[in-house]
Structures are given as C-alpha cells and as structure tokens.
C-alpha cells in the first residue's frame, strides 16, 4: 500500500509558501489590480460576494517612503519614481523629479518600496 506523504490537514503548497513569497520582503514588484474599486477598503466583505475585498497593497506604504509606481496611459506605461506624500485606496502621490504625481488606483500596474538614493534624491 503506497501512503500518501502529505497529511489531509497539511497545507496547500500556494500557502505553505507564505512569507518566502511575500513580495514585500522579498523586493519584488507588487502587483497591483486593474480592477480596484475606488474607495475600496483593505479588509471589508464585498456586498455582493460575501467575500472580503482584496487588500491594497499601496495602502502599506507610509508617507515620506521611496516608491516606484507603474501606471498604464493610453500610449503606454510610466513611472513614478520618488517619496510618497499622500496615500488612499483610490490614488497614491508621488513627489518626482519633476513635481508630484498623483497616480490613481485604476491605472495602476505594479509598485514597490525602493532603496533611498544615493545621490540624495
């Protein structure tokens, strides 16, 4: 008789994973959903689902923090690439180079934590 080598109770290998995969800790882009209501919360059920609203994950980021946002315009894709000023489920601020970009939660693609610069900007 072959056993099976893992228990019925042991855990799915998607969540076994856990924070090895968890792209804060690990500096990987973090995907961001095309999708996302505004003024989505991070953790209140969906009416309509009765399923908890996927959690934002900008709303993690504090202000003054170093981030990079992807965002998607009709001609294409741009960064935003600078310290957070403003955060909220339907939009982040970014002060770039050239001025603050508010980037809305809807055209978001990917966005990230990144290292302060060394050239102090």
């Known amino acids: 008789m072959v056993q099976n080598p893992t ?20 500096g990987e882009n973090t995907a961001v959903s095309e999708n996302s209501d505004e003024g989505a919360s991070t ?20 202000v003054g923090e170093r981030v990079v946002v992807r965002y998607r315009k009709p001609d294409g894709f741009y960064d935003a690439l600078g310290h957070l000023t403003e955060v909220a489920p339907d939009h982040v601020t970014v002060n770039t180079r050239k001025g603050p970009v508010t980037v809305p939660a809807n055209v978001m693609v990917t966005g990230k934590r990144v290292p302060e610069s060394p050239f102090g900007y």
């Open 43 to 62: 953790d209140a059920p969906s009416s309509d689902t009765g399923k908890t609203a996927p959690k934002l994950p900008w709303m993690d980021w504090k």
């Open 7 to 26: 228990p019925d109770n042991a855990p799915e290998a998607d969540e076994a994973r856990g924070s090895a995969s968890d792209p804060q800790n690990s």
